[in-house]
């Protein structure tokens, strides 16, 4: 899919009441494992984001009222069940949860988005045949079969999910709070201990930039341009950028800062760069041009 999608972005934003029904539903461990959910805005980190880092999840946008949906939905729900936990069915219905569809771009349906490591992958719109969905599904279980764990402990029949690590279950319950501290000061604990953890790194970069999002102004960006010495105003506009999927505008703004300044607020820009670049997957090629690009404006 052109553009990134922060999936972070969309965090449980309903009321405790309905967050509990959520996580007692449509949890995620080996226990209540399915490979069909529903999926809305409020289980959409647990369900999507966080599923996605052991198997790819397809996501479904779809809506009563779409005929083609109709057709497809049926097919995707019997691919999913003869998949054998390889990967995730994540319905969505557009017209319950708009969010989701603004969020992914979409500009029909149904629209289907593969989702591996947190990140979009793969993506087509309207209705295709079975067989060519299905090997659409095999060549993303391909690609992603040495880097999501899920994918071969299925088909070896260990079931797609590891047992659940309760510090990661802390940090999900404190986001579907929408408690962002809680969830940093978790993932850092799991840092703390195990440096290496990629998981938490993810996870900690994802909850960092999601508090800034949630407050992310657009306006943020004219007074940027009006004030280009500012950091603080190109940091806010960097961060509505990237939730506008405005990616590389976001990455040369900070680049373009960072040329500007010097001392503590060039290591300030440099570092929030950085995390941001810890947004997206290993390979990204808009990552590597702007890695390059931060090497060049330091040395």
Not at 8 to 34: F, H, I, P, V, W
Not at 140 to 149: E, K, N, T, V, W
Not at 159 to 164: D, I, L, M, V
């Given at each position: 899919?052109?553009?990134a ?66 057709q ?14 390889t ?12 969010r989701?569809?603004?969020?992914f ?74 408690e ?8 850092q ?94 390979g ?16």
């Amino acid at each position: 899919m052109a553009g990134a999608v922060d999936l972070s972005a969309l965090k449980n934003r309903a009321e405790a009441r309905n967050s509990a029904q959520s996580s007692a539903g449509t949890g995620s461990s080996a226990g209540d494992y399915s490979p069909i959910v529903e999926v809305t805005e409020s289980n959409f980190q647990a369900e999507v984001v966080e599923r996605s880092m052991q198997v790819p999840v397809v996501v479904d946008l779809w809506a009563s009222w779409c005929q083609p949906c109709k057709q497809l939905s049926p097919v995707l729900e019997k691919l999913a069940r003869e998949g054998g936990g390889t990967w995730v069915l994540a319905k969505i219905d557009v017209d319950a949860n708009q969010r989701i569809a603004q969020l992914f771009g979409a500009q029909s349906i149904p629209t289907v988005i593969a989702i591996a490591g947190g990140q979009p992958v793969e993506a087509f719109a309207g209705a295709q045949p079975e067989e060519q969905i299905r090997q659409w599904i095999n060549a993303i279980l391909d690609a992603q079969r040495d880097q999501l764990p899920g994918i071969r402990a299925a088909e070896e029949g260990g079931g797609a999910e590891s047992p659940e690590d309760p510090r990661f279950t802390e940090a999900e319950q404190a986001l579907e709070r929408g408690e962002y501290a809680a969830a940093e000061q978790a993932y850092q604990r799991i840092l703390d201990a195990e440096p290496d953890n990629e998981q938490a790194k993810a996870a900690l970069a994802q909850v960092r930039f999601t508090a800034r999002a949630e407050n992310a102004d657009p306006a943020a960006i004219s007074r940027a341009e009006e004030n280009p010495d500012d950091v603080d105003a190109q940091l806010a506009a960097a961060d509505a950028e990237l939730a506008q999927q405005r990616v590389e505008e976001a990455f040369n703004r900070l680049i373009g800062t960072v040329k500007r300044t010097s001392g503590d607020e060039r290591d300030r820009v440099r570092e929030e760069l950085l995390e941001m670049f810890g947004l997206f997957p290993d390979g990204d090629k808009r990552v590597a041009d702007a890695r390059r690009a931060l090497a060049s404006a330091l040395f």
